[in-house]
Nanobody, 120 residues
Framework: VQLQASGGGLVQTGGSLRLSCSAS????????MGWFRQAPGKQRELIAS???????NYADSVKGRFGISRDNAANTVYLQMNSLKPADTAVYYC???????????????WGQGTQVTVSS
């Protein structure tokens, strides 16, 4: 099983970016999905998550500006980022709880990270 993230880049303050993360491989079922970010010198933080029923949660730092969504048929999670600030500059990682076909338990998988840089 692999998670492949894309969509990062350089954007000016106030701009928008959309991140995508697709899961592939021996997938039986995907549970919760989410996005973390890690800025230089800081710990990785959870910024958005989405459950299988579509319920979402956001960190206070991104609430009202970021939106997480998922396409279950495509095994993909998205992060729409609006009104970006320099403080949003970080490497963004997607994560998903996935059960492989032959197993009954879930394990967490991580994408490779995609850089988002917001210039002032």
């Amino acid at each position: 099983v692999q998670l492949q993230a894309s969509g990062g880049g350089l954007v000016q303050t106030g701009g928008s970016l959309r991140l995508s993360c697709s899961a592939s491989g021996n997938i039986g079922r995907i549970g919760g999905m989410g996005w973390f970010r890690q800025a230089p010198g800081k710990q990785r933080e959870l910024i958005a998550s989405i459950a299988t029923d579509g319920n979402t949660n956001y960190a206070d730092s991104v609430k009202g500006r970021f939106g997480i969504s998922r396409d279950n048929a495509a095994n993909t999670v998205y992060l729409q980022m609006n009104s970006l600030k320099p403080a949003d500059t970080a490497v963004y990682y997607c994560t998903a709880a996935i059960r492989e076909r032959q197993w009954v338990t879930y394990r967490d998988y991580w994408g490779q990270g995609t850089q988002v840089t917001v210039s002032s």
